[in-house]
């Protein structure tokens, strides 16, 4: 246990990981284009730092971001004199559970891979690397006008994630279930399923993150948990223990798709639905005090920690999703201080 529970620490203390400048070519040919790269990276990492959206990354670093200019199907003659092709900034945790922000030339399309993604009228998307993203992906962006950029290759660090033993669970709640269970389990399938069916564009991530509870961090995301010993699927959240009762923000603005007060393995459940595929889920709530439909801002009290659900005492659990990409909650918010 205590070998893999600094894996990730030794991981970070492995890699250098300030962002790989020196490797960062441009799309455009001037040392003056290329200074610009480097502002503009920089402007976005302060604009990170504002929203609340950074401090967590220098704990496990920022990567490493490689414009891969070896494609030269940009025709520099196409560069116009104000300087108008300028890359995108993006700034995040380059690494498995990573979450990036983004900003292009408004009316773009930005493709990660084969999917297209969301940006909004200012030119702002984002996206996300699931816990075992392969180690690299490529951000292919056409402007409004059809001007293609080079593709860039994006580097995203692995990680190792830490093994945890539970033993002692209830064994109905491990893997026996009698028919009235398995309905409660199956409708609560379809209650999630329904609430993820008409998700916003709007990009109220913007509005930063912060601990929807300040405590004591007792489990970590992307750890394989092997509940009376039988693997499970790896932890998809971040819990933080606190008392029953304690009040529960919302981590970040958007809307509640989901508010329940009893389901099988989750307990009292939000969702909150922060805009271009981003949601966050809040589990094991004592209290439920939002509604789905209902807007919320962060920091808003929309219910109370509990133990409800499959929990072994009281904590929240809080994950984070880009699409159906499980990211890592704890590299958006500031380090905890309990303060
Ligand atoms: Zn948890």
């Known amino acids: 246990m205590s070998r893999t529970r600094y894996a990730v ?26 200074a610009k790269v480097n502002n503009t990276a920089t402007s976005m990492k302060d604009l990170m730092r504002e929203a609340g959206l950074s401090s967590s990354t220098d704990s496990l670093g920022e990567g490493t ?9 940009l025709d ?42 969301d940006v909004d009228a200012e030119g702002r998307f984002i996206f996300g690397f699931d816990r075992d993203h392969p180690e690299t992906a490529v951000l292919r962006i056409t402007y409004p006008d059809g001007t293609i950029l080079a593709p860039q290759t994006l580097n995203v660090e692995p990680r190792d994630f830490k093994i945890e ?37 709007q ?25 009376n010993g039988v693997p499970r699927r790896f932890h998809s959240g971040v819990d933080v223990a606190v ?11 958007g809307i509640v798709t989901l508010a ?14 922060h805009g271009q595929g981003l949601e966050s889920a809040l589990l094991h ?24 659900g499959r929990a072994t005492g009281p904590h929240v659990h809080w994950s984070l999703k880009w699409r159906d990409r499980l990211l890592d909650a704890q590299l958006v918010v500031p380090e905890m201080s309990n303060d």
């Open 260 to 273: 329940e007060d009893d389901m099988y393995f989750e307990g009292g459940l939000v969702f909150i639905d």
């Open 65 to 73: 971001l490689m414009m891969d200019m070896k494609v030269a199907q």
């Open 285 to 308: 709530m004592s209290r439920v005090d939002v509604q789905a439909g209902q807007r919320v801002q962060k920091g808003d009290v929309i219910g109370a920690v509990g133990a409800t």
């Open 165 to 201: 033993r539970i033993d002692g669970l209830p064994d109905n709640k491990v893997n026996q279930f009698t028919p009235e269970e398995e309905q409660k389990i199956v409708r609560g399938i379809e209650l999630k399923k329904a609430a993820r069916e008409n998700m916003q564009k």
């Open 76 to 117: 520099t003659s196409e560069i116009r004199p104000d300087g108008g092709i300028t890359p995108p900034t993006l700034a995040g945790d380059f690494a498995q559970g990573g979450l990036i922000i983004g900003e292009t030339m408004p009316g773009s399309t930005v493709m990660l891979d084969d999917m297209t993604l």
């Open 203 to 227: 990009a109220d991530w913007t509005s930063g993150f912060e601990w929807p509870v300040r405590g004591r961090i007792s489990g970590v995301f992307g750890s394989q948990r092997i509940l």
């Open 9 to 34: 620490l030794m991981v970070a203390l492995a890699f250098p990981l300030t962002p790989d400048i020196a490797n960062a070519d441009t799309l455009a040919a001037t040392p003056e284009d290329e």
């Open 243 to 253: 008392p029953t009762g304690t009040d529960l923000r919302a981590p970040a603005d």
